[in-house]
């Protein structure tokens, strides 16, 4: 058990540097990455523009199983631990705030959802 949640969470961590990547080639500057608060944690904090975008990144072996990973409770977390950003980031008040989704998978590139929660 000890060792497939060590083998999990270093696939969690690979992907969210292949996500970070992909954000980048994107036209975003990665904030944060793995940035932790009292109520959460939220994997990318990314922006272009004036779009703020919170970024959760899940590792799964399909997109189908991607898209379903996300709980309403992992919703909360996510929009309790932005909204805890934000009172420290202040310069970013005014910008557009959207909720991501990036769904890594093997061998395949990664699918990016944006707006896919709010």
Same mark, same amino acid.
């Given at each position: 058990? !000890? *060792?497939?949640?060590?083998?999990?969470?270093?696939?969690?961590? $690979?992907?969210?540097?292949?996500? *970070?990547?992909? %954000?980048?080639?994107?036209?975003?500057? $990665?904030?944060?990455?793995?940035?932790?608060?009292?109520?959460? #944690?939220?994997?990318?904090?990314?922006?272009?523009? !004036?779009?703020?975008?919170?970024? &959760?990144?899940?590792?799964?072996?399909? %997109? &189908?199983?991607? %898209? #379903?990973?996300?709980?309403? &409770?992992?919703?909360?977390?996510? #929009?309790? *631990? *932005?909204? %805890?950003?934000?009172? !420290?980031?202040?310069?970013?008040?005014?910008?557009?705030?959207?909720?991501?989704?990036?769904?890594?998978?093997?061998?395949?590139?990664?699918?990016?959802? #944006?707006?896919?929660?709010?």
């Amino acid at each position: 058990m !000890k *060792a497939d949640h060590h083998t999990s969470h270093a696939r969690g961590l $690979v992907a969210e540097s292949i996500a *970070a990547w992909l %954000l980048r080639l994107k036209g975003y500057r $990665v904030l944060a990455t793995r940035y932790r608060t009292p109520l959460g #944690e939220i994997d990318i904090v990314a922006r272009r523009g !004036k779009v703020l975008a919170f970024v &959760e990144v899940k590792a799964r072996p399909s %997109l &189908e199983v991607g %898209l #379903e990973a996300i709980t309403d &409770e992992g919703y909360r977390r996510i #929009e309790a *631990a *932005a909204d %805890l950003y934000l009172a !420290k980031h202040q310069q970013f008040s005014d910008f557009t705030l959207r909720f991501d989704l990036m769904v890594v998978r093997p061998r395949r590139w990664p699918y990016h959802v #944006e707006n896919a929660f709010s």
